[in-house]
């Protein structure tokens, strides 16, 4: 039987969002359930996954030449949704203690994967990134511009469909390339 205030993840984890621990996150969890995740609530012409998204991101942050640790937050920003769900922006905002929560558990991903997310440089690198991302996926997918001025943008982001597996299984190579612990060095 699961704990009430838990979530059963995909590895056959009991998780409990509102008290999460480090040990408890499994990135075959956070990629598997962002792969299956679609990005603007399915608001967009096909599915793009969160997963897809954060891979974009990512690769934007190699071409821009950053750092492995703003690649490895970019690939990560949207972990908490893994366990939490995604909820559009105007929703999060009416929401301050979902926003507690989400962040809560964010700062335990980050940790989880040595990313401080006190560092203010890496937090604003990627949401410079995140926002342009962003940007042009609603220009391809939903046919709108969201800001006035088209962001700065680096790469060439591919917003087709991939399959689920596919994308989940580039997610966790590209995890595994930018995560190094003294294990693996």
């Given at each position: 039987?699961?704990?009430?205030?838990?979530?059963?993840?995909?590895?056959?984890?009991?998780f409990s969002p509102l008290?999460?621990?480090?040990?408890?996150?499994?990135?075959?969890?956070?990629?598997?359930?962002?792969s299956y995740m679609c990005r603007a609530n399915g608001h967009f012409?096909?599915?793009y996954s969160v997963a897809q998204h954060c891979l974009a991101c990512e690769n934007e942050a190699r071409l821009?030449?950053?750092s492995r640790e703003?690649?490895?937050?970019?690939?990560?920003?949207?972990?908490?949704?893994?366990?939490?769900?995604?909820?559009?922006?105007?929703?999060k905002r009416g929401l301050p203690e979902y926003r507690e929560i989400?962040?809560?558990l964010q700062r335990v991903i980050y940790s989880r994967f040595g990313i401080s997310a006190d560092d203010e440089a890496v937090m604003k690198a990627v949401?410079?990134?995140?926002?342009?991302?962003?940007?042009?996926?609603?220009?391809?997918l939903g046919?709108?511009?969201?800001?006035?001025?088209?962001?700065?943008?680096?790469?060439?982001?591919?917003?087709g469909f991939v399959p689920f597996e596919t994308t989940e299984k580039a997610y966790l190579e590209a995890l595994n390339r930018l995560y190094i612990t003294e294990e693996t060095k």
């Open positions: 039987m699961i704990p009430e205030n838990c979530i059963y993840t995909y590895s056959g984890v009991s008290s999460p621990r480090k040990e408890d996150i499994s990135p075959v969890d956070i990629a598997h359930a962002l012409t096909g599915f821009r030449g950053y703003i690649q490895l937050a970019c690939l990560l920003h949207d972990g908490s949704e893994a366990f939490i769900s995604d909820i559009t922006r105007p929703v989400e962040q809560r949401s410079e990134i995140d926002d342009a991302m962003l940007y042009y996926e609603f220009l391809e046919g709108l511009a969201l800001f006035e001025k088209a962001p700065y943008i680096v790469s060439k982001p591919d917003f």
